[in-house]
T-cell receptor, first 110, second 113 residues
Framework: TQLLEQSPQFLSIQEGENLTVYCNSS?????LQWYRQEPGEGPVLLVT?????EVKKLKRLTFQFGDARKDSSLHITAAQPGDTGLYLC??????????FGTGTRLKVLA | KAGVTQTPRYLIKTRGQQVTLSCSPISGHRSVSWYQQTPGQGLQFLFE???????NKGNFPGRFSGRQFSNSRSEMNVSTLELGDSALYLC????????????FGQGTRLTVV
């Protein structure tokens, strides 16, 4: 069974702090997506990473795909309350079952 | 262009009843996937339809079914509802198949009492 394990599961930090969320698997993924979901809403796509070692930046968010394409990380610099939400990684390892990670629930306190 | 539209947003049903949820994908997208989201299990893949054909199915009982119409709109049906079916059901629209970026609707919150 493919699994995408995310850590930490919960994170509560003060505004202005930095944080990193990890997404790990034993399977190789052709690409990985990161989403953010707010309560009562559907996930919203943040980024797609495709190439091993790739780094993408979206304002204060930095996404990295592992060299072996089995893991990814999301780093947020100077977190703001607007960053609060559930962060999900997701991907298809080639078996045509698009799977989501276990999720990281982030709360940024003002 | 319009996003993914799911109807209804909220639904309350009784155990044993059946329910049909609807999803209209982004115009031009031919793939629709369905997911069940619960606090305990996270986001679980139900099935994917592409050009009216079911391309893949997750590990859910046969009470969960779906279909896709020629205009790419999709419906999912759950028969003989159980309390454990209470969840947020999400529909994702893709231009291609599963390995392309997904755009989600707001979901249908189903409560089974």
């Amino acid at each position: 069974t493919q699994l995408l394990e995310q850590s930490p599961q919960f994170l509560s930090i003060q505004e202005g702090e930095n944080l990193t969320v990890y997404c790990n698997s034993s399977s190789v993924f052709s690409s990985l997506q990161w989403y953010r979901q707010e309560p009562g809403e559907g996930p919203v796509l943040l980024v797609t990473v495709v190439t091993g070692g790739e780094v993408k930046k979206l304002k204060r968010l930095t996404f990295q795909f592992g060299d072996a394409r089995k893991d990814s990380s999301l780093h947020i610099t100077a977190a703001q309350p607007g960053d609060t939400g559930l962060y999900l990684c997701a991907g298809d390892s080639g078996t045509y079952k698009y799977i989501f990670g276990t999720g990281t629930r982030l709360k940024v306190l003002a | 262009k319009a996003g993914v539209t799911q109807t209804p947003r909220y639904l309350i049903k009784t155990r044993g009843q059946q329910v049909t949820l609807s999803c209209s994908p982004i115009s031009g997208h031919r793939s629709v996937s369905w997911y069940q989201q619960t606090p305990g299990q996270g986001l679980q893949f139900l099935f994917e339809y592409f050009s009216e054909t079911q391309r893949n199915k997750g590990n859910f009982p046969g009470r969960f079914s779906g279909r896709q119409f020629s205009n790419s709109r999709s419906e999912m049906n759950v028969s003989t509802l159980e309390l454990g079916d209470s969840a947020l059901y999400l529909c994702a629209s893709r231009f291609g198949q599963l390995n392309t970026e997904a755009f989600f609707g707001q979901g249908t919150r189903l409560t089974v009492v």
